[in-house]
């Protein structure tokens, strides 16, 4: 196959960033103000009258809140650093996650073929390993590295709300004989925002668990995995056990990440060219016994950079389909996952591009 040597496009600008993060430390002083006022007027008065329970239940809870809160903020959220700009989106690389083929997409931005469920973040211009959403309230994307903390911050800020409500309760009805005073003013100027986040934050918090229990990402929203599968999914307990418990494996954020080895990486395949046509099919790849028994279901051609985030299982099949038939190349999963144990890192899954003496192009 004809090879010639591809210009790489010229990087683009990331988006403004003073806003988003004046607006997440507005959050951070927010949260500081109101405890502050909670804590120096109604917890004051009923740690005067023998009441040491709420103060220092509160108190503890403010410490873990405000503790997730900045860690979110400045946590590692899973990024993979740019690859090589020599590094071509034409290359065809495909995994396999218990018995689903997916084609790794590539990146226009970071120069490399994204892993299975990461995604590019338009707001913080970087890829993210294992994509959940951008959360704007601590600016910063919520993924495989730091999914834990958010998970900590929304039970803390549960908790928290919860005990600041009800300490404010208490302190009012502890209150109704003593005439109009600045304790009790300050104790409803916070009750209220605290009783209008609870409800929020509570259902994010039901929201969320159940995504865990599914193995289901936010930013996947409506999109369904092929005949209603979704390969990532092990079981409840386990997919609490790898979110909450597992290893979170190497980390990317101080070193360059190499998703696929290349044999002479000037090289990208040349379009335009009359290259034999490969049947399709959206069923998963087997090898059939006679090629009378093989009937390929049509399906689109596979556009890098196209079709939803963390998508190509479809563009996977069809490339593992076009195997069988096309004598130049052939796609082998490396590392396949098999179904009931724990899924390996996505950087471990990437299949090798290589050149076999007669000329074709291969991957190991």
């Known amino acids: 196959m004809p090879l010639v040597k591809e210009p790489h496009p010229p990087p683009q600008a990331p988006l403004p960033w003073i806003l988003p ?7 951070v002083m927010l949260l500081v103000v109101f405890s502050g006022l909670f804590f120096a007027f109604p917890c004051r008065w009923l740690a005067q009258n023998g009441e040491w329970a709420f ?14 809160l900045v860690s979110l903020n400045f946590s590692d959220p899973g990024i993979l650093h740019q690859g ?14 218990n018995h ?58 549960c908790l928290y709300s919860g005990a ?19 304790d009790r003013v300050v104790a409803i100027l916070v009750a209220v925002p605290a009783a209008g986040f609870l409800l929020p934050l509570f259902l ?63 090289w990208v395949p040349m379009q335009g060219l009359n290259l034999p046509k490969c049947p399709s099919s ?15 279901q049509p399906l689109d051609r596979y556009k890098p950079g196209k079709g939803p985030p963390g998508s190509g299982e479809a563009a996977a099949l069809q490339e593992a389909q076009c195997c069988q038939c096309c004598p130049r190349t052939r796609l082998i999963p490396s590392h396949p996952v098999m179904s ?11 299949p090798v591009l290589t050149q076999t003496p007669g000329g074709s192009a291969e991957t190991s």
């Open 84 to 97: 090589s700009k020599e590094q071509g989106p034409l290359m065809v690389h495909v995994v396999w996650v």
């Open 21 to 27: 993060s004046l607006f997440a430390a507005f959050n």
């Open 340 to 350: 009931g144990t724990p899924a390996p890192e996505p950087h471990l899954l990437s």
């Open 100 to 157: 689903r083929a997916f084609r790794l997409q590539w990146c226009q931005k970071c120069c490399f073929h994204r892993p299975p469920r990461t995604y590019h973040c338009p707001w913080c211009n970087i890829c993210v390993e294992d994509f959940d959403h951008h959360c704007k309230w601590v600016n910063n994307c919520i993924g495989h590295r730091n999914f834990r903390l958010f998970m900590l911050l929304v039970l803390s800020l």
């Open 282 to 296: 959206l069923s998963p790849p087997v090898l059939p016994r006679s090629r009378s028994a093989y009937h390929p």
């Open 55 to 68: 103060p220092v239940t509160t108190g503890l809870l403010f410490v873990l809140t405000f503790f997730s």
């Open 164 to 182: 600041v409500l009800v300490t404010c309760l208490i302190f009012l009805l502890r209150t109704t004989h003593l005439p109009l005073s600045i």
């Open 204 to 266: 994010l918090l039901l929201i969320q668990a159940k995504s865990v229990s599914a193995a289901e990402r936010s930013y996947e929203g409506k999109c369904r995995y092929l005949q209603g599968y979704n390969p990532f999914d092990h079981g409840c307990a386990s997919n609490w056990y790898l979110t909450i418990c597992a290893p979170l494996g190497p980390k990317y954020l101080t070193e360059a990440v190499w998703l696929q080895r290349m044999v002479e990486p000037e």
